[in-house]
């Protein structure tokens, strides 16, 4: 196989006149230039084979094999989002050269005037829309790729049903070109504006649909809107999250989620973590649904499914809480014990003598080391000039870890 240099070339805003003179150099020298046709167009002149990028493996498999000076075109800084991902995971480094240039989501924060180093970046060009909501609901500022399928408008409609609407949004479009455009707006705004498909989205946090300040941990009982009072307890509440062992970044799945009390308090323990509250039972789902509006659990996400056939589609998880089963909790336990990832965490919480034995013997014939607390609550109450202590249900919190294979 031949080990001829493969040159990784940025095009910036500016066309040819931003290359750098190292760029210009490698590309003089080039016998093949392989891009889209909006980059081949910068360069006019050039003698050598032209390629049209299209099937990257198509390309692949020509610089494999090729003999000749390549130069592959691509936007800004090929590192960023762009082609040297895939050719630094097909092709050995040491044939890659890597001349970047200033990129789209560089020249859009210059041009609106706003710092970017405390930015994150976010790309739906040619993935789900999913997981980039999961990532911009939880910063206060970022730059989205997006591409004709997750536009603005699908991007903005996204977050108003998450609750996240509270940004200032600026449009990009068509930069380095005639109909370059800057609009401000915010996110219902982009509803309204059908974007150029050569466009980059800025979100900035402006404000929060809730002004009122709940605590993290412990939110009083009577701030949830939920059936018969029928939530887990604030107490109870506090040592279950605290069995979860959560982490800012993980997957938990919430079932069961009734009020979604723990989805939301975890919610706040872990911003950039991804929930999934499932739950089916319509008394519950119109008090889960205010409660996460309530409390601006952005990266709380409302499944209404039926454990545990509506786990299928759900990312694995690395921590699962089962608070309610509705009777198939052998089922719900052997469809997380198929998904949950290595050292995970399955907490559940048992009201009685019943579901306490089931589910511990049920655990450690899986392998499960387990370990149980009860949980005996007892809060002061106001009688005549006295105060008495008065007594809850007994609960049995159930943390069980997933041993390594």
Known sequence: MSQQKIYLVGAGIAGWEGFGSKALEVIDKAEVIIGHQRHLDIIPHFTGEKQVLGDLSIMLDFLKKTDKRTVVLGSGDPNFFGVARFLLRNLPKERIEIYPNVTSVQY???????????????????RGLQRAIDRIVAAEKVAVLTDQVNTPAAIARALIDRGAEGYDAWLCEEMGLPGEKFTKTDVKGLLEIKASPLNILILIKAWEPNLEHFPLIGIDDDQFAT????????????????????????????????????????????????????????????????????????NVLLVEAFAPEGLDDLPDPDRVFIGGSGGMLEEIIEAADRRLKSEGLIVLNAVTLDTLTKSVEFLEDHGYTVEVTCVNIAKTKGLTEYKLFEAQNPVYIVAARKETE
Not at 108 to 126: C, L, M, N, Q, T
């Open 227 to 298: 059936v018969k009072k029928l939530i887990t307890k604030q107490e109870v509440r506090a040592v279950t999250l605290a069995k979860l062992q959560l982490q800012d970044d993980l997957v938990l799945w919430d079932v069961g989620a009734g009020s979604g009390s723990v989805s939301i308090e975890a919610s706040n323990l872990m911003p950039n973590g991804r929930i999934y509250a499932l739950e089916r039972n319509p008394q519950y789902i119109g008090f889960l649904r205010d409660n996460l509006k309530k409390f601006v659990a952005r």
């Open 108 to 126: 859009a924060f210059a041009r609106i005037k706003e710092p970017w180093d405390d930015a994150i970046f976010v790309s739906v060009h040619g």
